[in-house]
C-alpha cells in the first residue's frame, strides 16, 4: 500500500511516520522550498501528551522543548500587570506540559521519520502540484515538471487551513471555515537585546483588541505572537504595514521587534474548519485541514499529533483498498470528540484571549493575577488545564 500525502507540517510529517512504521510506502509532497523557519509558540499538553507516549514521538520533542517559568501582562511601559508561573500548570497536567516553536516541532517531527525504513520514505520540499485525481480505487498526483503523475492507494491532505486536497474533493473553503473575528501574525528576529531581556518569559502586552506577545529562543533571537482584531473580508493591504499600525502606542519594546519584521511575515485569519466529514473514497484529511481548532485554543499542535496517530492506527493494517473505508471511518471516529472539545475550547479563548476594553483588561488582572493567592493557584489553574486538555 502507498499512501500520499500533500503536507510537511505537523500532521503530514507524523502520519508519514505513523504508516512508514506500519509498512506502508509514503511519498510527502511540500509546496515550500524548504521546512518553514518562522512559526510561533505554542503549549502541548493533554491528548498531544498522551498520543505522543504511545506512539513515541515524545522523547524528540521533550528534547525540542523551550523552558517558559512565566507568562506575563504588561503595560506600554514593560510594567508588569499579571503574571501566570507555568510550574502550576506542569503540576495539575500531570508534570508534563511542552512549550514549543512550530518550526522546532516541525524538525522534532522529521527527525523522528528517521525510524521509517529509508526505501520506504520520500520526502520532498518545493513540489507544485498541478492535478489531483481519483481513478477508481486509486489517486493520481500531477506534479508540473513530471512527465508522469504520482499514483497512490491513499491520499491524505495534511495542508493546512487552506487545504487545496481539501477545496478539490469536498468543496470551496467558504463552506468550512468559520472565521473568529481576528487574525494572527508570527515572525522571529535576531536581536540579543530583546532576547535577554525576555528569556525564558512570555510576555503579552495588555491592550485592548490587540496582543503582542514576546519570547525569547535558546540563541539571541526573539519569537513574536500578534493577534488583532479583523473583519473576515475586509481589506488587508501590506502585512508590515499593517502589524506596524495596529500595534503602535504599545511599548518600545514592541515597536522595537516590529521594526525588524519581514516584508512578509506568517498573518492569517484565526478560524476553525468544520465538516461534516474528513474522508471520501480514498482521501482522508487530517491536522488543520480537516479540523482547525485555532490558534487561540492551544491545542493545534496536539490535535495535529492525535489525529496522525489515530490514522496510523486505523489504517496500518489495511492491506487492500477495499479495506480503507472502514478504516477511515473508524479514525474519524476516534478523533470526533478529541476535535469538538479542542474546537470549543478555542471559541472561549476567542472571546477572552482579546478584551475589547478596560473592564476586560481589568477582569483579566485580577484573574490571573489570583493564582497567587493561597488555594486560588490550584482552582484558576485547574479550571484552564480542564478546559484546555480534556
Same mark, same amino acid.
Given at each position: 500500500m502507498k499512501a500520499i500525502i500533500i503536507g510537511a507540517g505537523i500532521a503530514g510529517l507524523v502520519a508519514a511516520r505513523q504508516l512508514g512504521l506500519a509498512g506502508w510506502n509514503v511519498l510527502v509532497l511540500e509546496r515550500s522550498a524548504a521546512p518553514?523557519?518562522?512559526g510561533y509558540m505554542m503549549d502541548f499538553f493533554g491528548p498531544g501528551i498522551e498520543a505522543s507516549e504511545r506512539i513515541g514521538l515524545y522523547p524528540y520533542l521533550a528534547q525540542a522543548a523551550h523552558r517558559v517559568q512565566a507568562a506575563q501582562y504588561v503595560d506600554r511601559r514593560g510594567k508588569p500587570t499579571a503574571s501566570l508561573d507555568y510550574s502550576k500548570f506542569s503540576d495539575l497536567a500531570g508534570g508534563k506540559v511542552l512549550t514549543l516553536l512550530r518550526p522546532d516541532m516541525e524538525a522534532a517531527a522529521r527527525e523522528a521519520l528517521k525510524e521509517v525504513d529509508a526505501s520506504r520514505l520520500d520526502l520532498r520540499y518545493g513540489v507544485d502540484i498541478d492535478r489531483l485525481e481519483v481513478r477508481g480505487q486509486q489517486v493520481h498526483v500531477g506534479i508540473k515538471g513530471q512527465s508522469q503523475p504520482e499514483v497512490g492507494d491513499l491520499l491524505v491532505g495534511a495542508d493546512g487551513i487552506h487545504s487545496a486536497v481539501r477545496a478539490?474533493?469536498? %468543496?470551496? +473553503?467558504?463552506?468550512?471555515?468559520?472565521? /473568529?473575528g481576528m487574525r494572527a501574525a508570527a515572525f522571529i528576529v535576531r536581536?540579543?537585546?530583546?532576547?535577554?531581556?525576555y528569556k525564558n518569559r512570555f510576555v503579552l502586552t495588555d491592550t485592548v483588541d490587540r496582543t503582542a506577545g514576546i519570547? %525569547?529562543?535558546?540563541?539571541? +533571537?526573539?519569537?513574536?505572537?500578534?493577534?488583532y482584531r479583523h473583519e473576515h473580508g475586509a481589506p488587508l493591504g501590506s502585512a508590515r504595514d499593517r502589524l506596524r499600525s495596529i500595534f503602535a502606542g504599545c511599548g518600545a519594546q514592541v515597536d522595537r521587534l516590529l521594526m525588524q519584521c519581514p516584508e512578509d511575515p506568517y498573518d492569517d485569519a484565526v478560524a476553525q474548519v468544520v465538516m461534516d466529514s474528513w474522508h471520501a473514497g480514498p !482521501?482522508?484529511?487530517?491536522?488543520?485541514?480537516?479540523?482547525? !481548532?485555532?490558534? /487561540?485554543? *492551544?491545542q493545534g499542535g496536539a490535535m495535529a499529533v492525535c489525529a496522525a496517530a489515530a490514522l496510523g492506527d486505523a489504517v496500518g493494517g489495511v492491506t487492500d483498498? *477495499?479495506?480503507?473505508k472502514p478504516a477511515l471511518a473508524r479514525y474519524e471516529q476516534a478523533m470526533r470528540p478529541k476535535i469538538a472539545t479542542a474546537q470549543a475550547s478555542g471559541r472561549r479563548a476567542a472571546n477572552s484571549f482579546l478584551p475589547r476594553n478596560q473592564l476586560g483588561l481589568w477582569i483579566r488582572?485580577?484573574?490571573?493575577?489570583s493564582t497567587h493567592l493561597p488555594g486560588m493557584d490550584r482552582l484558576v489553574a485547574r479550571q484552564i488545564v480542564k478546559r484546555l486538555a480534556k
Open positions: 518553514r523557519p518562522d478539490r474533493f469536498f %468543496g470551496p +473553503e467558504t463552506e468550512v471555515l468559520r472565521p /473568529l536581536d540579543p537585546e530583546l532576547n535577554r531581556q519570547y %525569547g529562543l535558546r540563541s539571541d +533571537e526573539v519569537a513574536s505572537f500578534l493577534v !482521501v482522508v484529511l487530517i491536522g488543520d485541514a480537516a479540523a482547525a !481548532v485555532s490558534l /487561540l485554543a *492551544g483498498p *477495499g479495506q480503507l488582572r485580577i484573574i490571573v493575577n
